[in-house]
């Protein structure tokens, strides 16, 4: 046993399948442990069956909003950070995000360096420490 802190969680909830599939295995690849969900009913499945860490949602799907999601996920399990990304950067859907209890918002498109940075800030960790 090496006494290792078990690699952070994530939910990806995105309904682009291409960039659903890079984005994961790049978080894969940078230690995290993590699920994907193209719905937010499969993404309310796994908030309830994984209880996540962090949480990247997708803003618009087919089949539901984001900003709803936003809310069930902390509903469910309100430790779970929510970063949301979107392709419109409206202040109404911004203000709206972090009231439901999003605690990042970021503009696609997006690389998973980007979103590796808001995981690490959210967790209070800045440039060369562990992952959060």
């Known amino acids: 046993m090496t006494g290792e802190a078990p690699a952070p969680s994530i939910l990806l909830v ?5 960039f659903r599939r890079v984005l994961a295995r790049a978080l894969v ?11 937010p009913d499969e ?14 949602v997708d803003l618009r799907m087919p089949g539901g909003s984001g900003l709803a999601l936003i809310a069930d ?7 779970t950070a929510v970063i949301v990304l979107t392709g419109d950067r409206s202040d109404e859907s911004v203000a709206e995000a972090i009231r439901r209890g999003a605690s990042s918002y970021l503009t696609k498109p997006i690389d998973a360096d980007e979103i590796v940075s808001a995981l690490r800030a959210i967790a209070g960790i800045s440039g060369g420490g ?3």
């Open 43 to 56: 993404a309310v499945w796994h908030v309830l069956a994984r209880a996540p860490d962090f949480a990247i």
């Open 73 to 79: 996920i902390k509903r469910i399990r309100p430790t």
């Open 130 to 132: 562990a992952r959060p």
């Open 29 to 39: 690849a940078r230690g995290y442990d993590t699920v994907v969900a193209e719905s």
């Open 14 to 18: 995105e309904d682009d399948e291409a």
